[in-house]
């Protein structure tokens, strides 16, 4: 599986009367908008917003930090249009992203043009090692075009990811910093890694990580003593980032990050195996939501079903799952009791976490009434 860290899409415009073109970058992939014109630091918000929704992109040439405020204002103005109150919390999730999408849709009309990665304009932050850091996974395949044209709020995620990668998060497990990449799931959350780090190993001397993400797993996992862990992930960015962790904590000799659909390759055993999949049911809008968003549970049960078969005898899975779906009526508690006994597995023990994040105790938030309730729990399957 690869992903299309930059597109071979060009887009073209007038500037000063003549022809442009440049490289087009959508993370989500999004097409470029059919319509652009060059904006400065006279566009006003109502007008910037008006062209948006039309399906207008602005290349801003102003000054960096007006195009910021430009982005802000026209983001108030999409979210001020009223929702009607939800009947259920299913109905709530499901506005809150149609709301996501469409908030992402006008906003990404705002173009900023980088030329070998530097943003030239007045007042612009240094972003090339920034997009640098997003678009080159493979040094040697990929590569930062020429002259390019994203959206500002692109650029400006890659800005903080690159600074959160910089500084990196600190795990109690590991007493040391994990560094999550561009569009690679940050343990930021991390109560689920206590129960982790707590929950008996048993006599377990090998282990699989399904779905590494950073390696965080991986990395407790050898800490407690588990000499032999393969870590795998779908996602190149993933991998690439899990082998940096793994180097930086000098876990390589007991480490082995590995590109795979789920489980390694070559009918391969361990003793334990672990998943933290994706926790909500739902369509991802973008490459970098498949670390939260699982269409059809199919990571999940795809985990389920095919864990008894790479478990060495008295083996056992544990899977991290939050039942925040539940909450939301993606998922019910039947069904996911229903999918571990379809799989042959039984429940041994479930240990508990509630989630300390921010967002749970954030009232304002149209999803608060589940993420109150929001209980991270461990499976210990057998
Ligand atoms: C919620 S994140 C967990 C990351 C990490 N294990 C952690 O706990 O921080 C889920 C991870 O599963 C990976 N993933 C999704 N589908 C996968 C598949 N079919 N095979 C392997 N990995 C997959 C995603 O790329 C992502 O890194």
């Known amino acids: 599986m690869t992903e299309n860290l930059s597109s071979n899409l060009t887009i073209t415009w007038q500037e000063k009367g003549k022809p442009q073109q440049a490289v087009w970058q959508s993370e989500a992939n999004a097409a470029p908008p059919k319509n652009i014109v060059v904006a400065d630091d006279t566009m006003k918000a109502d007008e910037a917003y008006k062209l ?3 399906g207008t992109g602005f290349l801003y040439k102003g000054d960096f930090q007006n195009a ?16 009607k109150p939800a009947a259920t919390m299913l109905e709530a999730f499901h506005q809150h992203r149609a709301r996501q999408i469409q908030r992402a849709n006008i906003t990404n009309k705002i173009l900023i043009e980088l030329n070998h990665g530097n943003c030239d304009l007045k007042r612009a932050p240094d972003v090339k090692e920034a997009v640098a850091g997003a678009l080159i996974v493979n040094p040697k395949l990929d590569k930062v075009p020429a002259k390019m044209v994203l959206s500002l709020r692109e650029l400006l995620g890659m800005n903080g990811a690159q600074e959160w990668r910089k500084k990196g998060v600190f795990i109690d497990a590991l007493q040391a910093n994990i560094h999550a990449h561009y569009g690679v799931y940050s343990p930021i959350r991390g ?3 206590d129960l982790i780090n707590t929950t008996s190993l048993g006599n377990a001397k090998t282990a699989f990580d399904i779905g590494t993400g950073t390696g965080v797993i991986a990395a407790i996992l050898v800490t407690r003593g588990i000499k032999a862990v393969i870590a795998t992930d779908s996602s190149p960015r993933a991998l690439n980032c899990a ?4 180097g930086k904590l000098n876990l390589k000799p007991y480490i082995t990050v590995e590109q795979a659909n789920l489980f390694p390759s070559g009918h391969k055993k361990a003793d334990l195996i672990v998943c933290n999949p994706p926790w909500l049911p739902a369509k991802a809008n973008a490459p970098i939501e498949h670390a939260i968003y699982d269409p059809n549970s199919q990571m999940l049960k795809g985990f389920l079903n095919g864990v008894k078969a790479h478990l060495n005898d008295n083996g056992e899975a544990w899977l991290i799952l939050s039942d925040l779906a539940e909450h939301l009526g993606l998922r019910t508690q039947e069904e996911l009791l229903k999918w571990i006994a379809d799989a042959g597995l039984s429940i041994m023990e479930k240990l508990d976490i509630a989630p300390k994040h921010a967002k ?4 304002s938030d149209p999803l608060y009434a589940a993420r ?11």
């Open 360 to 363: 749970s105790s954030d009232q």
């Open 52 to 54: 948006a929704c039309e």
């Open 243 to 246: 082998a940096d962790n793994v």
């Open 191 to 193: 109560e689920y890694l």
């Open 372 to 382: 109150v309730k929001e209980i991270t729990s461990l499976y210990r399957l057998k």
């Open 68 to 83: 910021k405020q430009l982005l802000q204002a026209v983001t108030k103005r999409v979210d001020r249009k009223p929702i």
